[in-house]
């Protein structure tokens, strides 16, 4: 039974991981009969905002709040857990974008989190397959230059992707785009999803996609 | 195209409406096409829990948190809401027991909060059917007196739902209840669950029947 380490940000679209991404996610591994390993790294957010009127409130913890989606079942992200782990998923959500690496303020300069960089470098080197949703591949464009990876059809985010090196590929919701040599696969979810329905279905073919990548 | 208010209590099991479940129902419906309008109380939740530690932590704002699950579009708790609905949905996790009424500390001699109480009686007169998922028809028993509901197989919560004067029904987690005659729809989601597959091969079968109770 394959294990997933789910790497999160946080709990919701404009700070954290997207809910309704990540749940997507969580199901469609659990139809499979997977488990999976929630992780996150344990640090502040970059930032914290209120969902219901936009403006920054007070910073909360990247783990703490990650355990919302996880149901309190989340580890401090750690190097340990790759010797248990057959496959890695990225929900998307602003956190991805501004504490696993600063994509949303820095474009194509930005940095991953060093933790983040090297937990996704020292599974990639073991073989062991990534797939990310929404914003996220900017984080795997960053840390694996030559990827091929989905971002949406928003050309100057598109550009960003190619100036960090990397191939953007236009890709509807629905479906996903696999990168067989680097073993990643993307799915541009709400990037331009029309509702949480299509972001499911692409969650469901990442997972399909993702069981081809991992070695049986 | 049927509108459905879904009414969160939160964002999380511990302390909010629980995010499998939500966003499980969030899918079912958006696989209908049809439109959600996501409500919550405008109130500091009743407690608030770190959901990697389980502590108590300072209270957060019931809309403020619901607003993560609805990506920012929710609207506080108002009657004039009914006019405009079709349906409601309430998830659960332990915001309904904790926030929506007091089950949880009060058990069968709980009280709904009033703002929750008559927005739920006006849409019961009104013919609106409601579908209540994991212990959020404890609210509903509570609310309604007479009505035949699920809430798992533990027996003291069962008999708690007795006392308040409704019928507990048994039914497995990827299974829903209705009540023909108070047009109350329930499935006991993570009160049984093996996990998030069947919450949401529930929630599933949840919208099925509630689109039979809809008036055409």
Redesign the interface.
């Known amino acids: 039974m394959p294990v997933i380490a789910m790497l999160l940000s946080g709990?919701?679209?404009?700070d954290?991981s997207?809910?309704?991404e990540s749940?997507?996610a969580?199901?469609a591994i659990?139809?499979k009969d997977w488990k999976i390993v929630f992780t996150a790294p344990d640090m502040r957010q970059t930032r914290t905002v209120?969902?219901?009127?936009?403006k920054d409130i007070p910073a909360r913890?990247v783990?703490?709040?990650s355990?919302?989606?996880?149901?309190?079942r989340?580890e401090p992200l750690n190097e340990d857990l790759l010797s248990s782990i057959d496959a890695i998923v990225i929900p998307g959500g602003l956190g991805a974008a501004t504490t696993l690496c600063d994509f949303a303020t820095m474009g194509s300069s930005c940095k991953a989190h060093p933790a983040v960089e090297n937990f996704l470098k020292n599974a990639h080197r073991k073989g062991i397959p990534i797939a990310a949703m929404c914003i996220a591949p900017a984080l795997i464009a960053r840390v694996f230059p030559g990827a091929s990876v989905t971002i949406g059809t928003d050309p100057d985010t598109a550009a960003k992707i190619q100036a960090m090196g990397c191939n953007h590929v236009d890709c509807s919701a629905e479906q996903v785009h696999v990168d067989h040599v680097n073993k990643i696969v993307t799915t541009p979810a709400f990037m331009t999803a029309s509702?949480?329905?299509q972001?499911?279905q692409g969650a469901l073919n990442m997972i399909e996609a993702l069981e081809e990548l991992i070695p049986s």
């Open positions: 709990c919701g679209n404009m954290g997207e809910i309704q749940v997507s969580i199901i659990d139809q209120s969902h219901f009127t936009g913890n783990l703490q709040e355990a919302r989606i996880a149901r309190g989340v509702g949480p329905a972001v499911f």
